[in-house]
């Protein structure tokens, strides 16, 4: 699942949230340095085609999220809850992902997330909410690629 190949950077459609031991990997634009969601296939910036992966933080804050119904797999007439999110990682892109864990419904602030390098299920990238936002380190957003 999300195994990273970094020979191969034209095809984004299987390759959604990319993971080198267990690292979440985004796309930087080799012309100007402008970082990416996964899934992006060129930059918005300067229209190259020239992305590179590049290992985020894994680190972010959720944007906006929603729970959601969705059949079980295997179960018939039974639906399980899936929390869906955007989590704009510290490193800048927003990401679609899956939640694992409450979302508090009134936060005293933003709620930080943590990328967990092995989901149940592949689709998307899934993050942790982290239950302490303090124990959450907020990066620079060029140390992910340093």
């Known amino acids: 699942m999300y195994a ?13 949230a990319r993971r080198a031991e267990g690292t979440l990997m985004i796309r930087r634009c080799a ?7 996964p899934l992006t296939a060129e930059c918005s910036s300067c229209v190259s085609e020239a992305l590179e992966w590049v290992p985020s933080s894994g680190a972010g804050s959720i944007v906006s999220w929603r729970v959601v119904d969705r059949a ?11 929390t869906i999110a955007i989590v704009e990682l510290d490193e800048g892109p927003w990401v679609y992902t899956a939640i694992d864990g409450e979302v508090p ?3 005293a602030g933003p709620v930080r997330v943590q990328y967990q390098p092995n989901p149940k299920h592949n689709r998307f990238p899934v993050f942790t909410v982290n239950a302490d936002p303090r124990n959450s380190v907020r990066v620079s957003r060029t140390s992910a690629y340093e």
């Open 4 to 16: 990273h190949d970094p020979e191969r950077t034209d095809n984004v459609s299987d390759d959604g």
């Open 31 to 37: 012309d100007c340095d402008k970082l990416f969601a």
């Open 72 to 82: 079980a797999t295997g179960r018939r007439d039974e639906l399980m809850p899936l």
């Open 105 to 107: 419904l009134l936060p």
